[in-house]
Each structure stands twice: as structure tokens, then as C-alpha cells.
């Protein structure tokens, strides 16, 4: 069992910037595929940037890439998610997830965090 946790949620201004952590634990990290997606209330769950366990294969979303940019750490069985520029339409609920292979669908990711939100004042 994987239990993952978020943090670095907050309320930022547009263009403004904010780095989320989520930390694993229970799971051979550098084996999961790491994702993060984020909600909106009363929308579908929406794919933001993903990357493989070596860390040498990442993907974003359209919508966020040049501007958000995915890592991860594993000697400290943490990923990152830094977001520059970020718009009002960022807002949302942001989410880890792990999985077994590299993919953007979230029903392919086994284990999530609880989310963190995320907020940009326009």
C-alpha cells in the first residue's frame, strides 16, 4: 500500500509561481509512475503532468505546458510539480497519484493523495 501527501497548496496571484510536493511512503518509489491531476468542483478530474520512475520521461497537459514542469526526487521519495505563470483557470484542487505505467489516464492511477488546493486571484 502507497499512501501519498501533498503539500504547497495556497492562494497566489496571477503570474505568480508555487511549487507542490507530494511524499511517498509504503512503495518502492523509483518503480511507480508519478502523476498529477487536478478538480475542479462538479468537473471531471483533469490530467496535468506525469513522469517515469527514473524521471526520465515526463508529459504535461497542454493546457500547462511551458509554464508548469514535473520532477521528482527519489532518494527522498518526493515529486514536484512547480507552476509559473499561473492563470485564474489554474485554480483547482491538484492531486498526486502513482502508478504502474506511464500514462495520462487517471483510472490507470492506483494510489492518490488527499489534494491540495490551489488558488490564483486574477
Known amino acids: 500500500q502507497v499512501q501519498l501527501v501533498e503539500s504547497g497548496g495556497g492562494l497566489v496571484q496571477s503570474g505568480g509561481s508555487l511549487r507542490l510536493s507530494c511524499v511517498a511512503s509504503?512503495?518502492?518509489?523509483?518503480?511507480?509512475?508519478m502523476g498529477w491531476f487536478r478538480q475542479v468542483s462538479g468537473k471531471e478530474r483533469e490530467f496535468v503532468s506525469t513522469?517515469?520512475?527514473?524521471?526520465?520521461?515526463?508529459s504535461h497537459s497542454v493546457s500547462v505546458k511551458g509554464r508548469f514542469t514535473i520532477s521528482r526526487d527519489n532518494a527522498k521519495n518526493t515529486v514536484y510539480l512547480q507552476m509559473n505563470s499561473l492563470k485564474p483557470e489554474d485554480t483547482a484542487v491538484y492531486y498526486c497519484?502513482?502508478?504502474?505505467?506511464?500514462?495520462?489516464?487517471?483510472?490507470?492511477?492506483?494510489?492518490w493523495g488527499q489534494g491540495t488546493q490551489v488558488t490564483v486571484s486574477s
Open positions: 497519484a502513482a502508478a504502474i505505467h506511464f500514462t495520462a489516464y487517471a483510472n490507470q492511477y492506483t494510489y
Open positions: 509504503g512503495g518502492t518509489f523509483g518503480s511507480l509512475v
Open positions: 513522469i517515469s520512475g527514473s524521471g526520465g520521461s515526463t
